[in-house]
């Protein structure tokens, strides 16, 4: 790998990306707190809500970004609040499948009424410049991986 003799301008990017990414998850940390929704909960109730095929704690672990065994234990928790159920696949019966409940129904509902801090902070930007945000982080996120992975 090649050394960038402007190593300045990318500890600049990160300070900034880092100072940015702070703020907009302190924004939304307030906004759940408000909406009495846990920040791990929140995540795994969109993605159930919004998956379009049914989803096994795997796909979940790895949307969310955690260990299996984190995952285990947040949907324990989910599961003991009512929002979540895990059944039997009918296809796989080794298989699980993670499902919402009503009540987790009623958590989505109160998480899209607590979106206010992201299409706020969002709507500073103007279409095309959400694009290209879009474009960038999707080249760091995959560079990152393939760091990761080559270690």
Known sequence: MKVNPDIDQYNN?????????????KARDKELRQADIPVAE???????KYARKP???????????RDP????????????????NRVRDPKKRNMVRVMLTPKGEEAYQRLSEASVARIAIFSCLSPEECERLQTCLDKLYH???ELIRSS
């Open 13 to 25: 990017l990160w300070i900034q990306w880092h100072r940015a990414s702070w703020a907009m998850v």
């Open 42 to 48: 929140a995540g795994a109730v969109y993605f159930l």
């Open 55 to 65: 989803v096994n704690p795997r796909m979940l672990s790895h949307f969310l970004h």
């Open 69 to 84: 065994q984190q995952v285990s234990k947040l949907l324990d928790q989910m599961e003991e609040e009512g929002l979540v």
């Open 143 to 145: 560079r990152a991986v």
